[in-house]
């Protein structure tokens, strides 16, 4: 039983630098995500865990390989329409993901009106639940992004991406640009959201601080393929890939005993 | 051994409405050569004012203040632009959270650094090659003599962020101010800078002050930690004496909300409820007595704490701690 699978998914793009190249950010790369569970995409920039993440909800299109949707291969526009509907996506940045223009009331009633979800005299409701599902007073519907702080603004998107009840919500670094009180702020509100809605969570990020701690499961990325996957646990007790084992080193963490990190050698 | 760097009482305020608002207050540290100390806390801490105040290149419209920024025996308070001009680059170098934005994107590597050994001292341009590719070689980038003629464009973040430890590197400076250095870098790549900034501070017997928001790369570093809060100095302390056995009601807040290698959803994670005060808004209080689950009340919100000593070199200003010792802490 998966909702969201990708089955080996291929990307190529093709640059023009120094003459015609094509580089493959994602090399056959098969993932799927069970109700209700967070699986953790881990990997260092340029690994193609984004690329893989915009073609689950099509923004891009895959090479070759294909994504499905509660068993269903998905091919049409309609078919894409309808998936995103029930996937969503949260983005990196809080800043440039919210319109800076668009009253926050406004930004999430949006999702209600481009898949007509409820009569429009029903919208403003629905924005105030939400605004409360993620900690934010009502007054908020009526501020633009900039009177905002960090920290809120990525509740609104959250809270943006939750409008249409998702059964499934992709997060690309949501918390990596955040400060550390915050973000917990913002993790616990995920963890709390996912029991109360039922949702199955794409977690994507660098941080393997976070990724122990809020996922089932994780997929290591290096170039484009998947080197390592598991229950998180497992993977990071006992890494079998020589790179989820010097990226687990490279981490800063006090808890474990000082000086992990060796002396450089260049 | 005698500090090379003394700060006293540091104040950086900016004119607000009511008079003037202060970013950082009243803070206090020192260095040695050959030692490091970090600096810690959240965004508006005030951390990266402390730097810039350190540097001479504060906005316009801040003044800074205080009893002394003591320099190899000059104070920095009283320089004039021209001084400060022989003393940044020179004597006391920075290295930025953003190399993209520190290098210029229209100047080879070769040019912009040794434009900045030019400017310090005379020297040919031979001769000012010749130490081009030596820092470059000390700040571990690879095939200096050929790929310093690279574009900033050319170069993955690593590898900028190199060049501009090179460029704090060029004019064999007594102190070097990293900050948020690693931020924005692949965790590989910032290990590799943490430990060649270590290796640096050994090899060279540079002071190094490093500021961050992450506590694990604190420990990394190690040395001496000041932990930072609404701009104000919170705790202090030998880094992995801080980290083991925190002392101030925040500092202990900020360790309980970053998950680490070995969290999980068993323990979880507690966030410090609410959100920092603005500027200029705290007065006289304790800093962190608005969001603190043990402030005394009558005194928390009207008296700001003086150090209590915690243990070797390790103080904390808390009103709790100072009247009921560990036992009080939350």
């Given at each position: 039983?998966?909702?969201?699978?990708?089955?080996?998914?291929?990307?190529?793009?093709?640059?023009h630098?120094?003459?015609?190249?094509?580089?493959?950010?994602?090399?056959?790369?098969?993932?799927?995500?069970?109700?209700?569970?967070?699986?953790?995409?881990?990997?260092?920039?340029?690994?193609?865990?984004?690329?893989?993440?915009?073609?689950?909800?099509?923004?891009?299109?895959?090479?070759?390989?294909?994504?499905?949707?509660?068993?269903?291969?998905?091919?049409?526009?309609?078919?894409?329409?309808?998936?995103?509907?029930?996937?969503?996506?949260?983005?990196?940045?809080p800043?440039?993901?919210?319109?800076?223009?668009?009253?926050?009331?406004?930004?999430?009633?949006?999702?209600?009106?481009?898949?007509?979800?409820?009569?429009?005299?029903?919208?403003?409701?629905?924005?105030?639940?939400?605004?409360?599902?993620v900690?934010?007073?009502p007054?908020?519907?009526?501020?633009?992004?900039?009177?905002?702080?960090?920290?809120q603004?990525?509740?609104?998107?959250?809270?943006?991406?939750?409008?249409?009840?998702?059964?499934?919500?992709?997060?690309?670094?949501?918390?990596?640009?955040?400060?550390?009180?915050?973000?917990?702020?913002?993790?616990?509100?995920?963890?709390?959201?996912?029991?109360?809605?039922?949702?199955?969570?794409?977690?994507?990020?660098h941080?393997?601080?976070?990724?122990?701690?809020?996922c089932?499961?994780?997929?290591?990325?290096?170039?484009?393929?998947v080197?390592?996957e598991?229950?998180?646990?497992?993977?990071?007790?006992?890494?079998?890939?020589?790179?989820t084992?010097?990226?687990?080193?490279?981490?800063?963490?006090?808890?474990?005993?000082?000086?992990?990190?060796?002396?450089?050698?260049? | 051994?005698?500090?090379?760097?003394?700060?006293?009482?540091?104040?950086v305020?900016?004119?607000?409405?009511?008079?003037?608002?202060?970013?950082?207050?009243g803070?206090?540290?020192?260095?040695?050569?050959?030692?490091?100390?970090?600096?810690?806390?959240?965004?508006?801490?005030?951390?990266?004012?402390?730097?810039?105040?350190?540097?001479?290149?504060?906005p316009?419209?801040?003044?800074?203040?205080?009893?002394?920024?003591?320099?190899?025996?000059?104070?920095?308070?009283?320089?004039d632009?021209?001084?400060?001009?022989?003393?940044?680059?020179?004597?006391?170098?920075?290295?930025?959270?953003?190399?993209?934005?520190?290098?210029?994107?229209?100047f080879?590597?070769?040019?912009q650094?040794?434009?900045?050994?030019?400017?310090?001292?005379?020297?040919?341009?031979?001769?000012a090659?010749?130490?081009?590719?030596e820092?470059?070689?000390?700040?571990?980038?690879?095939?200096a003599?050929?790929?310093?003629?690279?574009?900033?464009?050319?170069?993955?973040?690593?590898?900028?962020?190199?060049?501009?430890?090179?460029?704090?590197?060029?004019?064999?400076?007594?102190?070097?101010?990293?900050?948020?250095?690693?931020?924005?870098?692949?965790?590989?790549?910032?290990a590799?800078?943490?430990?060649?900034?270590?290796?640096?501070?050994?090899?060279?017997g540079?002071?190094?002050?490093?500021?961050?928001?992450?506590?694990?790369?604190?420990?990394?570093?190690?040395?001496?930690?000041?932990?930072?809060?609404?701009?104000?100095?919170?705790e202090?302390?030998?880094?992995?004496?801080?980290?083991?056995?925190?002392?101030?009601?925040?500092?202990?807040?900020?360790?309980?909300?970053?998950?680490?290698?070995?969290?999980?959803?068993?323990?979880?994670?507690?966030?410090?409820?609410?959100?920092?005060?603005?500027?200029?808004?705290?007065?006289?209080?304790?800093?962190?007595?608005?969001?603190?689950?043990?402030a005394?009340?009558?005194?928390?919100e009207?008296?700001?704490?003086?150090?209590t000593?915690?243990g070797?070199?390790?103080?904390?200003?808390?009103?709790?701690?100072?009247?009921?010792?560990?036992?009080?802490?939350?």
């Amino acid at each position: 039983m998966t909702t969201v699978e990708a089955r080996d998914i291929v990307k190529t793009f093709t640059v023009h630098r120094n003459g015609r190249h094509t580089v493959t950010a994602v090399k056959g790369v098969t993932l799927h995500v069970a109700p209700g569970e967070t699986v953790g995409l881990v990997g260092e920039s340029g690994s193609g865990k984004t690329t893989l993440a915009r073609i689950l909800i099509g923004i891009e299109s895959a090479t070759s390989g294909e994504v499905l949707y509660d068993g269903r291969p998905i091919t049409s526009a309609r078919d894409w329409r309808e998936l995103r509907r029930h996937v969503q996506y949260v983005f990196q940045d809080p800043f440039t993901a919210l319109c800076p223009t668009m009253r926050i009331g406004d930004a999430l009633a949006e999702p209600l009106a481009i898949h007509r979800i409820c009569p429009p005299s029903e919208r403003r409701q629905r924005v105030t639940r939400m605004l409360d599902l993620v900690g934010l007073h009502p007054d908020v519907a009526r501020r633009l992004p900039n009177q905002l702080s960090g920290g809120q603004r990525q509740r609104v998107n959250l809270a943006r991406a939750l409008m249409l009840e998702p059964r499934t919500l992709i997060c690309d670094e949501i918390v990596s640009g955040l400060d550390v009180s915050i973000q917990a702020q913002v993790l616990q509100l995920l963890l709390d959201l996912q029991q109360r809605l039922a949702l199955s969570l794409i977690f994507i990020s660098h941080d393997l601080r976070v990724v122990r701690y809020l996922c089932d499961r994780v997929l290591v990325m290096y170039l484009g393929e998947v080197v390592e996957e598991g229950p998180t646990a497992t993977v990071f007790d006992a890494p079998r890939h020589s790179y989820t084992r010097s990226l687990l080193s490279a981490i800063p963490d006090h808890s474990r005993p000082q000086s992990a990190l060796q002396p450089d050698q260049a | 051994m005698a500090p090379v760097l003394s700060v006293e009482n540091l104040t950086v305020s900016f004119p607000g409405r009511i008079g003037p608002m202060p970013v950082v207050e009243g803070v206090s540290l020192s260095l040695e050569a050959g030692s490091s100390l970090v600096i810690a806390g959240e965004s508006g801490s005030g951390k990266s004012m402390i730097c810039q105040a350190l540097l001479g290149i504060v906005p316009k419209a801040a003044t800074v203040t205080g009893n002394h920024i003591l320099w190899n025996g000059r104070d920095l308070l009283e320089a004039d632009e021209r001084q400060w001009r022989a003393i940044r680059g020179a004597e006391i170098a920075m290295i930025f959270q953003d190399p993209t934005a520190a290098l210029n994107p229209l100047f080879t590597v070769e040019h912009q650094i040794s434009d900045v050994i030019r400017a310090h001292r005379r020297c040919t341009r031979s001769e000012a090659r010749a130490r081009t590719i030596e820092v470059l070689g000390m700040a571990g980038f690879p095939d200096a003599e050929s790929r310093m003629k690279a574009y900033p464009s050319e170069l993955s973040g690593g590898l900028r962020q190199r060049v501009a430890i090179a460029l704090a590197l060029a004019c064999a400076p007594s102190l070097i101010i990293a900050d948020e250095a690693t931020t924005n870098l692949d965790v590989s790549i910032q290990a590799q800078i943490v430990r060649l900034l270590r290796r640096l501070k050994d090899e060279l017997g540079l002071a190094l002050i490093f500021v961050t928001h992450d506590l694990g790369l604190a420990a990394e570093i190690g040395g001496d930690l000041l932990v930072m809060y609404a701009g104000h100095a919170v705790e202090r302390g030998p880094v992995q004496a801080v980290l083991d056995d925190p002392c101030h009601p925040y500092t202990r807040g900020l360790l309980r909300s970053a998950p680490t290698l070995s969290s999980s959803r068993a323990n979880p994670l507690r966030p410090i409820p609410g959100q920092a005060p603005r500027p200029g808004t705290i007065g006289t209080a304790a800093p962190f007595n608005s969001r603190c689950p043990v402030a005394i009340s009558g005194l928390c919100e009207r008296v700001y704490p003086s150090w209590t000593e915690a243990g070797l070199g390790h103080q904390v200003a808390c009103h709790r701690f100072a009247q009921d010792g560990r036992g009080g802490l939350p």
